[in-house]
């Protein structure tokens, strides 16, 4: 069924405030369309550009019943949002992606068997959905890493295990709850991929970010990812058939772990745009928050097109005095090819993502060069 084109001034839904929703709101707003944000913290980085801000819970159900009669069409900016509360809404108005495939991506069993279904690889790995699932025989997926099911992210939730008795102990110390027991691979580097999808024949994809994390969170992304063209291609049409598999609505992101050697497994995917894909916005003809506008009121998705190679740092809460004082930005702010974001957030707390910064140049790796500099250049 075609769904009808949402057009502005029409009012967009997100649910979750954060600064993928602060970065959504700004492209919508851009572009004409209203914004009501739904976020229970009353200082959430997307309220600054929101026309309504919702503050209560993702379950409320006034707040919900409220986004329904008021919006046009909803999205989310994060996974763990209610998928419940997804379903509810999709009775009234059109939500992209569904409550479904956001389900999926909660819970890493079920994301690893769709990734599977879609024809795709993954590390190896065994799903410990109680204690009893570590009688199997665990060698397979040793040396791993025991991950929760549920709610992980940022390197949180996860447990680096070298034997058995190892892997007990941290399924004890997570609590018990589902997990899986993931191999750990030897890993070249790491890759994302972003797909938009507005209906199986409205489909693009951004070009492929490599990505550096450190402390288990994502540090630089550069692109073109310094990889064989051929495997950039690659990843793009894994992302494409995970996006197909999973008859998905709005912008899907994949990460991958390119192995030495060469071979490509999925890792996992956000039901959401990316922060290795923030580069779209100063790199990009479209930005993934304009692709997500456009997914979910059913508009082709724009040009994926790179207008220049680039290098995108995170800024975490670590680069702020200890006292709260601002980095030092001049060399930042005095660059003609570097371009600075900032989420608005109150406080600034060790490993809390602030902001980020881009730097065009040349080359990739050029742009990395520079990036790393100015970073330098930032922390007390
Ligand atoms: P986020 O949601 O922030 O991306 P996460 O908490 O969901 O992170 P993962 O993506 O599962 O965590 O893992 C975080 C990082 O740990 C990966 O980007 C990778 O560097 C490393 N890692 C995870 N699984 C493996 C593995 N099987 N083999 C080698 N390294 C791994
Ligand atoms: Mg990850």
């Known amino acids: 069924m075609m769904r009808q084109p949402i057009l502005p001034p029409a009012m967009l839904g997100i649910l979750g405030g954060g600064q993928l929703g602060r970065m959504f709101a700004v492209a919508a707003k851009t572009m004409g369309y209203r914004v009501t944000v739904l976020d229970p913290d009353g200082n959430a980085p997307a309220a600054d550009y929101a026309d309504v801000h919702l503050c209560a819970p993702f379950n409320d159900h006034a707040a919900l019943k409220e986004m329904a009669e008021t919006c046009a069409a909803i999205t989310t900016e994060f996974e763990n949002v209610n998928?419940?509360?997804?379903?509810?809404?999709?009775?009234?108005?059109?939500?992209?992606?569904?409550g479904d495939c956001v389900a999926i991506a909660q819970d890493r069993i079920a994301e690893k068997s769709w990734i599977a279904k879609a024809g795709l690889a993954t590390a190896p790995y065994l799903a410990i959905e109680t204690v009893e699932g570590l009688n199997h025989d665990l060698t397979p997926y040793l040396p791993g890493i025991l991950k929760t099911a549920r709610l992980g992210y940022d390197g949180k939730g996860q447990v680096r295990v070298k034997t058995a008795a190892e892997a007990r102990a941290a399924y004890a110390d997570l609590g018990?709850?589902?997990?899986?027991?993931?191999?750990?691979?030897?890993?070249?580097?790491?890759?994302?991929?972003?797909v938009t999808r507005s209906s199986p024949h409205e489909v693009a994809v951004f070009p492929v970010a490599e990505n550096r994390h450190a402390k288990g969170i994502l540090d630089i992304s550069i692109v073109p990812a310094q990889i064989d063209p051929a495997l950039a291609a690659k990843a793009q049409q894994m992302a494409l058939k995970l996006a197909e598999a999973l008859d998905y609505v709005g912008v899907l992101a994949v990460e991958f772990f390119v192995l030495q050697g060469g071979e490509l497994v999925v890792n996992e995917m956000a039901p959401r745009p990316h922060n290795s894909g923030h580069y779209t916005i100063d790199a990009c003809v479209?930005?993934?928050?304009?692709?997500?506008?456009?997914?979910?009121?059913?508009?082709?998705?724009?040009?994926t097109d790179l207008l220049s190679p680039i290098a995108m740092v995170n800024l975490l809460g670590d680069v702020w005095q200890a006292d709260g004082g601002e980095p030092k930005w001049d060399v930042l702010m005095q660059a003609p090819n570097a371009h600075l974001h900032l989420y608005g957030k109150k406080e600034a707390r060790p490993g809390r993502k602030m902001g980020h910064f881009c730097v065009l140049a040349d080359s990739a790796e050029a742009a990395l060069a520079q990036a790393e500099a100015i970073k330098d250049t930032l922390a007390p």
Not at 176 to 194: D, R, Y
């Open 83 to 98: 998928a419940d509360s997804m379903r509810w809404l999709a009775q009234h108005v059109p939500v992209s992606p569904s």
């Open 286 to 303: 479209t930005s993934q928050y304009e692709q997500q506008v456009r997914a979910m009121c059913a508009l082709h998705p724009g040009r």
């Open 176 to 194: 018990g709850q589902p997990c899986v027991l993931e191999k750990m691979l030897p890993l070249e580097l790491e890759v994302s991929a972003i």
